[in-house]
Each structure stands twice: as C-alpha cells, then as structure tokens.
C-alpha cells in the first residue's frame, strides 16, 4: 500500500498543504512545534477516521476556522483510491472515497493499513490495560471488518447498559430492559473475546522471533492474552455481577476490562521489566504488526514513524531502520544527523517549518 499525496486545507496549523511522498523513504524534518506530527497525524485520520492522538474532530479544525479537508491519493493492489474527508466544527464529518460518499466508517477503515509509532507507543507496556486494548483494537479494525463491527456493537450495548444502570436508580421496574441488555452485552463480547484470542495467538510466534532478534538472542518473549472472563463464563458472570453493577452503576465485567501478558522467563515485564526491556517489547509489537499486515493482506502497510528513533539505542535504531527498506516510511525528526550518520538511504526530504513545508532534493 502505498500513499500517493495528501492535501491539507485549515488543518491544524496547515492553511493549505499538498504533498507528493515518495514510495520509499520520506523524511520531515523541522523544530519542535512546527507541524510535523500534524501531517502524519492527518495520514493517520484520512485512513482510520481518527486522530492517533484521540481527542475530537473539531481539534483538527485550524483555529477559527469552521472546516477543515483533507483530501489523500493512496493506492492498493494497483488500483488507486481517492479519499476525502470535510471535518465540520459542527456536525459530524463527512468522507467520499474516489468521489462517493461513505455511509459508514467501516467502508473505509482497514482499506489502506497503517502502522503508527510514536514515543508515547514505548510505554505501551508499562502503561495500563487501556493502552494495550487500544493497540489490540486498532490493529484488528484494521485488518478484520467483523471485528469493527461487533466493536461497534459491543460499546454501544455497553452505554446503553451503563445508562439503565443509572436509570434504575430511580426506576426499578426498568429491570426487564437489563436482561435485553445483558443477552446482546454477551452475544458481541463473546466475539470480541473470541477474535483478540485468536489475534494474540496470531501475533505470538511473530512477536517472539522478532523480540529474540532484537535482544540479541538473550531473551524469548511470552505474549499471553488474559480475557477478564472467556467465553464459556460471560453469560454467568453478568448474572452474578447484577448486584454489584447496579451498586456501581457501570458494567463491571466484559471485553472492556481485558488485558495482555508481556513476560520474559516467567517474570512480567509491565511492572518488573527494566525500562530497555518494556522498549523492546513494545518496538517489538510495532514490528510484529507489519509482519501481521503483510501476512493477511499479501500486502505492506505504509509506516508512520514520529520521533521515535531519537528514543531507540543504536542497536534497536538499526533494526527499525532495515525493516523500513522494502515499504513506504514516513518518518519524522527533528533533525537529519541520525539518517546522514547511518547512511540511510532517503528518497525524499520535506523541511517542515511553522505550517510550511518545502522539499529539500
Ligand atoms: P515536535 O517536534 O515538538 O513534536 P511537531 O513539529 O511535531 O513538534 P506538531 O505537533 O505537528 O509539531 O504541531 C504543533 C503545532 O500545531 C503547535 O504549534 C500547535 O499550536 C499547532 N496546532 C495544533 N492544533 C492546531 C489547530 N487546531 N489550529 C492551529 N494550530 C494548531
Ligand atoms: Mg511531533
């Protein structure tokens, strides 16, 4: 997959931009704060409708403007596909792929692949389950339209049923309401458990070969999915936790609760791994990812690298830096010294500087 250009119109601190990568290596180089992240971010949102860095869509809007567009050219298996996007201070946004508009996010999202790292992405490990759930999440949206859709489902059921949970408060005669709730809480969550097994599953034998390698062949990593109930269970322990989600009025069990397991010899490295350690791990399943993408699309994603080689010793800089050769990167930087030190091949630089980016060979 390849991403072709992207043209920018009030977005963030871009009034207008329009950009042709190159299908190798594109570098955006400027200081801090000058809108270098903006342009991977508005990559990131043209193919999964969401920023990376969360928040709403009325953020991307430049400030005091009411619309933003984004417009990208990508193409996949020699077909090309046009998309755009007109994000609306109000409103919800609208998006047209080659000229049609969409329905549904989902016709768009898992179209064109992308693998995002950033910094905040080395602390996947040690941070909370959250963070972990997020990766699981974003990655099998991206690779499996059933998932998106029963992700979809699954949290809708799930405001639904934490909002008569509340309701009940006053209202008890709402109780038969909470078992419709509870029969579609299990049918989506059982898929959704389903799928992240066999996801992790998947990832495994990946993620373990590449983590040998990049720890010099010192350490063999275990990832482990650990399901806050399986499927078998679900049914039962929304039964039993009646009592308690009414008291806490939330939802206290389910898929939303989940959790993964990164350990080396039996000692689980999100809260005893060494800093280097929970690093490894996690550029470790950023790159198992790529693997992942290759194999169940017979296809590369396009990899979005901000800052984060400054963030990588050298060892694990030139590991990143091999698996770029054979698939688009766009990296980000704040300066060039790394790559002119490495002799990295560069098919293209950009000079990023307060919302204006110039093109350097
Ligand atoms: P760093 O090297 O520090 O990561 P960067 O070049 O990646 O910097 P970005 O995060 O891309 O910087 O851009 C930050 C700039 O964009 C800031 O100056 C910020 O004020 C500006 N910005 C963010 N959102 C908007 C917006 N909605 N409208 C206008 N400007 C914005
Ligand atoms: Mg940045």
Not at 18 to 32: C, M, P, T, W
Not at 146 to 159: A, E, T
Not at 209 to 229: A, N, Q, R
Not at 275 to 289: D, F, I, M, N, R
Request: proline content about 1%; overall charge neutral.
């Amino acid at each position: 997959m390849i991403i072709r250009s992207i043209e920018l119109k009030d977005y963030r601190n871009y009034e207008s931009l329009d950009l042709k990568f190159s299908e190798g290596v594109n570098i955006f180089y400027g200081d801090n704060a000058q809108g270098k992240t903006n342009i991977l971010e508005a990559i990131f949102v043209s193919v999964t409708t969401k920023s990376h860095r969360g928040g709403r869509d009325r953020e991307l809007i430049r400030f005091e403007q009411e619309e933003a567009h984004i417009r990208t050219l990508a193409s996949r298996n020699s077909m090309d596909y046009q998309i755009d996007m007109h994000l609306h201070r109000m409103g919800s946004k609208g998006i047209a792929i080659n000229g049609q508009k969409i329905r549904k996010a989902s016709e768009l999202i898992g179209l064109i692949k992308v693998v995002f790292f950033s910094p905040e992405d080395l602390s996947i490990i040690k941070d909370g389950p959250s963070a972990r759930r997020r990766f699981i999440d974003i990655e099998l949206c991206q690779l499996d339209q059933s998932y998106l859709y029963n992700l979809n489902q699954y949290n809708k059921v799930l405001l639904n049923r934490n909002k008569l949970l509340k309701d009940m408060v006053f209202d008890n005669s709402l109780g038969d309401s909470l078992e419709v709730w509870d029969a579609q809480l299990v049918k989506y969550g059982c898929k959704i458990i389903a799928r992240r097994a066999e996801f992790i599953k998947e990832l495994q034998d990946i993620i373990r070969e590449i983590h040998f390698h990049l720890s010099g062949g010192k350490e063999t990593l275990y990832l482990g999915y650990e399901p806050d109930v399986d499927v078998e269970r679900f049914a039962s322990k929304v039964r039993e936790n009646r009592e308690r989600d009414l008291k806490l009025k939330q939802t206290c069990t389910g898929p939303h609760k989940d959790d993964c397991l990164f350990s080396i010899g039996g000692c689980d490295i999100r809260r005893f791994g060494s800093q280097g350690q929970q690093h490894t791990a996690a550029l470790a399943l950023k790159l198992s990812e790529i693997e992942l993408v290759k194999k169940v699309s017979h296809d590369t994603p396009v990899l979005l690298l901000d800052d984060v080689l400054s963030e990588l010793d050298s060892s694990r800089q030139n590991y990143l830096l091999e698996s770029m050769g054979e698939i688009q990167t766009i990296i980000t930087c704040t300066g060039l010294e790394e790559f002119i030190n490495r002799r990295v091949a560069v098919d293209k630089i950009f000079k990023v500087c307060n919302g204006v980016v110039s093109v350097e060979n």
